[in-house]
């Protein structure tokens, strides 16, 4: 029997591809898979893995989180969030340990 989230997860595969034009061919053979074996997601008769959804989402140029029902999808970042991501992300390597630390203690020192 099909858990009704992998047939979520399958249709939302299916949805987002045929918006995008893509063959099923071409999406399989991306993730090394066969025509078939995407067939199956799709349909949800076969469940998928956490790292094949990844592959097919990064396939897709779509986040992960988009293949799964609203209720499970994480809230939308305030425009703060944003702008703190962008500046951790334009930052080194390096700058960016030395960011996650700072975050990290002045969240322990406010729940201390």
Known sequence: MTHPIDAFVG?????????????????????????????????GANRVSASRLAEIAQILDVPI??????????RELSSEERKLLGHFRSADPGAQSS??????????????
Do not use: W
């Open 11 to 43: 249709r939302r595969i299916r949805e987002i591809r045929l918006q995008q034009n893509k063959r099923m061919t071409d999406v399989a053979k991306a993730f090394g898979g066969s025509f078939q074996q995407l067939q199956k997601y799709e349909k």
């Open 99 to 112: 960011l996650a630390t700072i975050a990290a203690k002045i969240a322990e020192a406010e729940h201390a």
């Open 65 to 74: 989180s988009v293949f799964f029902p609203p209720e499970f999808q994480s």
